[in-house]
């Protein structure tokens, strides 16, 4: 998702309902300023760090089914790694074409820097372990499959429920915005003796800026995602 210009299309609508409401300019340009601010430095960067670590998980999770499958069928970690390739997205890829001259054990010892999850961890120690010792790979990694299975579940869910917050919030936001401007028209008379007014103009303002706050609110609150051995200031 283009943050920017989500970021953009909010900003012009926060400082046009400002405008409507207060038909002050100065404060109007300080809105959209702020705003612009606000989406470029705050929420873009909280976001993008979130997507970063759903999309890392679910690329995660896929490596590990699709490598415990094939080194259950194929029994070589060479062919797993492969089969586990040709399934990766493209910074996976790289990631693996950066490291072809390591061996199997290396290779998967190496991706712990990339899948920064406790999971993956414990599904590079029962790889080792089933190395040594041999082995049915699919009893040995039962636990690891139904863990990593009820994680991807509950990422799932709380990006559906995430959703449906967002577009509750915004639905919310929006009416009261839309009473803001349209109580401007209805009470016009009322408007012109009050419109010149500081504190109506900052009554205004802190609405808008509230608007801010609760968009800050929300974005934190749908960022927050337990995903072990993950720290937000990952890349």
């Known amino acids: 998702m283009n943050f920017v210009l989500v ?46 670590k759903i999309h890392r998980y679910h690329q995660c999770y896929q490596f590990i089914n699709t490598f415990i499958v094939s080194l259950n069928i194929k029994g070589s970690m060479k062919a797993a790694i492969e089969s586990s390739y040709e399934t990766s997205d493209e910074g996976t890829k790289e990631v693996l074409d950066s490291i072809k001259e390591m061996n199997e054990e290396e290779k998967l010892a190496y991706l712990i820097k990339y899948f920064k999850f406790d999971l993956f961890r414990l599904f590079v120690d029962v790889v080792n372990l089933w190395n040594e010792q041999g082995g049915d790979i699919l009893k040995m990694s039962q636990y690891l499959i139904n863990q990593a299975r009820l994680k991807e579940q509950y990422l799932i869910t709380c990006e559906t429920i995430h959703r449906q917050k967002t577009i509750e919030f915004a639905i919310l936001w929006s009416i009261t915005l839309l009473i803001l401007a349209i109580l401007r028209f209805t009470l016009s008379q009322f408007f012109y003796h009050i419109q010149n007014s500081l504190f109506y103009q900052i009554a205004v303002a802190v609405i808008i800026l509230f608007a801010l706050f609760s968009i800050y609110v929300l974005v934190i609150r749908v960022s927050k995602f337990d995903l072990e051995g993950w720290k937000d200031d990952e890349k």
């Open 7 to 52: 970021g953009f299309v909010i900003s012009f609508v926060l400082a046009g309902v400002n405008f409507i409401a207060s038909q002050n300019v100065l404060t109007t340009i300080s809105i959209f300023l702020v705003s612009i601010a606000f989406f470029v430095l705050l929420v873009r960067r909280q976001m993008t760090k979130t997507q970063l």
